[in-house]
Nanobody, 124 residues
């Protein structure tokens, strides 16, 4: 059983920063370096959507709304994923989910494994 556990969410003022972490464990002994990992977010009343993806190739993908403000990184040796969020805006308020083994389903991204989510609230 694969487990993803997020941490680092919280309440921050507009313009502030947060760093989310995701620890992955379970199932495979060969690590997760061959899988796409990423962050998705779901705001109240909206569908969950991709925010940032760290591909096994080293490439990175970002939602347009977070480009130049968010930075995704991964540490394969520690089976961990991170999201550095700077210049936060109230529109970034959402539950953030860590995802493993991301794939494309039609025109959207989906994943085989999900964390429980961590809440990020940005006050104006």
């Amino acid at each position: 059983q694969v487990q993803l556990v997020e941490s680092g969410g919280g309440l921050v003022q507009t313009g502030g920063s947060l760093r989310l972490s995701c620890a992955v464990s379970g199932r495979t002994t060969s690590g997760y370096s061959g899988y796409a990992m990423g962050w998705f977010r779901q705001a109240p009343g909206q569908e969950r959507r991709f925010t940032a993806i760290a591909w096994p190739s080293g490439d990175r993908s970002y939602e347009d709304a977070v480009k130049d403000r968010f930075t995704i990184s991964r540490d394969n040796a520690k089976n961990s994923l991170y999201l550095r969020m700077d210049s936060l805006e109230p529109e970034d308020t959402a539950t953030y989910y860590c995802a493993l083994a991301i794939f494309k389903r039609g025109s959207i991204y989906d994943a085989h494994y999900w964390g429980q989510g961590t809440q990020v609230t940005v006050s104006s």
